[in-house]
C-alpha cells in the first residue's frame, strides 16, 4: 500500500501562491491517477483537482479552475498543486490520495495527514 505525504502548507496573503507536494512511497504510483483534496473547518471534504497517471488528463473543481494547476513527476513519486490568486475561501487541510482513473473526483486510496494552507484577508 503507498504511503503519501503532503507538505507545502503554510500561511498566506489572499492572492498568494503556494505549491503542495504530495510524496508516495511504499510502492510505485507511477500507474495511479492521483488526486487533491481538501477539508475546510467545519465542511465536508471536496474534491480539488485530479490527474492520470500519465499525466495527460487533468480534471479541477469549478472553484479553483484558472487558478490552481495540478501536475505530477513519476521519477520523483510524487503529485504537486500550485496554487495561484489565493482566496481565504481556499483555507483548509490539503490531502492528496490515490483516486479512480475514470472518475479523478473518486477517492479510493488511504490518506496522508495533510497540510495546512490559511489565506489571510
Known amino acids: 500500500q503507498v504511503q503519501l505525504v503532503e507538505s507545502g502548507g503554510g500561511l498566506v496573503q489572499a492572492g498568494g501562491s503556494l505549491r503542495l507536494s504530495c510524496v508516495a512511497s511504499?510502492?510505485?504510483?507511477?500507474?495511479?491517477?492521483m488526486g487533491w483534496f481538501r477539508r475546510a473547518p467545519g465542511k465536508e471534504c471536496e474534491f480539488v483537482a485530479g490527474?492520470?497517471?500519465?499525466?495527460?488528463?487533468?480534471y479541477y473543481s469549478d472553484s479553483v479552475k484558472g487558478r490552481f494547476t495540478v501536475s505530477r513527476d513519476n521519477a520523483k513519486n510524487t503529485v504537486y498543486l500550485q496554487m495561484n490568486s489565493l482566496k481565504p475561501e481556499d483555507t483548509a487541510d490539503y490531502y492528496c490520495?490515490?483516486?479512480?482513473?475514470?472518475?479523478?473526483?473518486?477517492?479510493?486510496?488511504?490518506w496522508g495527514l495533510g497540510t495546512q494552507v490559511t489565506v489571510s484577508t
Open positions: 490520495t490515490v483516486v479512480r482513473s475514470k472518475n479523478l473526483t473518486r477517492p479510493v486510496g488511504s
Open positions: 490527474i492520470t497517471w500519465t499525466g495527460g488528463t487533468t
Open positions: 511504499g510502492r510505485t504510483f507511477s500507474y495511479d491517477s
